[in-house]
């Protein structure tokens, strides 16, 4: 495979590394600074973030996905990954050349592990995708009220990339993709009673939020920091910013 097939095909792989905290591809963040290949082979990628300080965790569980996601090319035959100007870069490369894994690599620091901290977020990301599609379907139905939502099924839902990104979480998640599968649920799969609906939606529409209004932050202080990185930046997809505010009929 010529070297510049293989950058494109790195760059693929990258495309479904996800930020944790902020739900979308690095690379459509920004984060990823550079690709260089070898003819042998070789890769190495560099990433870079928003700040010094952004949180440890989120920054080695990028990386680390980086590096798996490349290491899994059939073609690979070495992977480096590198973070830049992170207050712990030096640490976090030692620990992915080494392939310490999480707590290896922060010892004490690591409370939780890579797989605990990985749900965290993936039940984040299902909050506020079934807040989107939910909202999106409000719209569409305005005679429809919230209370009513605990009828609404995956089948109901339009063909739309706010539903699809529904169902992407929620088979990342092990929970129920089928057309005849509620849409609002809780972290295990399990209808809400119809009493709390209301509430339980406006603690993902708060989830849901708190992600777009990082990632919309984020960006621009990445740009900030980094001038010339709004040039790959690609625009936000279609579900993270249409049809997110609730109607006006149903709020109270």
Known sequence: MP?????????????????????????????VRSVVVTPDGALTVRLRLPTSFCSPNFAYLMASDAKDALTALPWTREVVVLLDDHHDSDLINRGLAEDAGYRGTFGAEAEKDLQELRLTFRRKAHSAAMERALSRHLRQNPELKEEALGGVVLGDLPDAPASGALLRRRAALGLGTEPSDPVLVDDEGQPFPPGEIPLRLRFARAVRVSIDGNAHFCRGLLRTRYPASGADQSPRAEEHFQFTAPPKENVS
């Open 3 to 31: 070297v510049g097939s293989r950058e494109g095909s790195a760059r693929a792989a990258l495309d479904q590394v996800f930020d944790p905290e902020l739900d979308e591809p690095i690379t459509d963040l920004g984060f």
